[in-house]
């Protein structure tokens, strides 16, 4: 499971969760980074049906959190805290289905769980469903249902739903075209610290849609989006430095050094 996507699942059972003393003290230790404390902790819980410590002691397996890593114990827990109702669990058997890690891969498999998940609102699972049903994977390829869940998660504030949404509206797939909707997205999800998004803004204001034409912009977003990871963003802020003279390029250069320290990617 991707650190993001932990954090958001470590949120999630922090506020949705009844509580068990154990568990909260497994998931207290967890989320300090004290793993040894977190496994003595949770290890109890193992053969009981407390779906938060099933999902917990799944994580734990998966991302090898003073373990060895080890994708079949993982899945056999997320099973469990799935089968209790769990949606992070849930969320995360998905995962493992979709990436076929400690099972096969089965796309089908995938969206099931998925689509469980994000029927409780787990948002980077409702994105997930959403990248399904435009590619057509484990369901038939579908516009309309992917820009659905993309909104869902993208209400929620999840980066990665903004900007596919933006995507969405930007060609006008499953959605009515507006390139001022999809403009507000990238810039939604850019100041959250999505790459893609970040150039995507990049882009916007150095053709001129939906913003004013400027380079200086143009390069500042290009360079906070390579800055975090985006390669092709590299090529675009060189050609908008192309464009600025040399008292511009340094303004652009400051102001790139400002987003980069603001919109990171949130952990």
Not at 174 to 201: P, S, V, Y
């Amino acid at each position: 499971m991707k650190i993001q996507l932990w954090t958001a699942a470590i949120s999630l059972l922090a506020i949705a969760s009844t509580s068990n003393a154990g568990v909260d003290e497994g998931l207290a230790a967890l989320d300090r980074g004290d793993f040894k404390t977190a496994l003595s902790e949770l290890q109890p819980f193992a053969e009981t049906s407390d779906a938060r410590a099933q999902f917990l002691l799944g994580a734990i397996y998966e991302n090898g959190f003073g373990v060895e890593q080890d994708f079949n114990k993982a899945v056999k827990f997320y099973q469990r805290g799935a089968w209790l109702g769990d949606a992070s669990a849930q969320a995360s058997l998905a995962q493992m289905y979709a990436n076929g890690r400690g099972v096969e891969q089965d796309s089908k498999e995938a969206v099931k769980w998925f689509r469980k998940a994000a029927e409780q609102g787990v948002a980077w699972a409702q994105y997930n469903l959403g990248v399904h049903y435009e590619v057509g994977l484990g369901v038939p390829q579908e516009y309309s249902e992917a820009a659905r869940w993309y909104r869902l998660a993208a209400d929620q504030g999840y980066a990665r739903g903004q900007y596919q949404l933006g995507t969405m509206y930007s060609a006008g797939r499953g959605i009515e075209q507006n390139q001022k909707e999809a403009a507000n997205l990238f810039r939604k999800a850019a100041e959250q610290g999505d790459a893609k998004a970040q150039r995507m803004l990049g882009f916007l204001y150095a053709m001129g849609e939906t913003v004013p034409k400027n380079f200086s912009e143009a390069y500042a977003w290009f360079s906070v989006s390579a800055a975090n990871g985006e390669k092709e963003a590299v090529i675009d802020r060189d050609d908008a430095a192309k464009k600025l003279d040399a008292a511009d390029l340094k303004s652009a250069q400051i102001s790139a050094k400002q987003y980069f320290e603001k919109y990171q990617p949130k952990k």
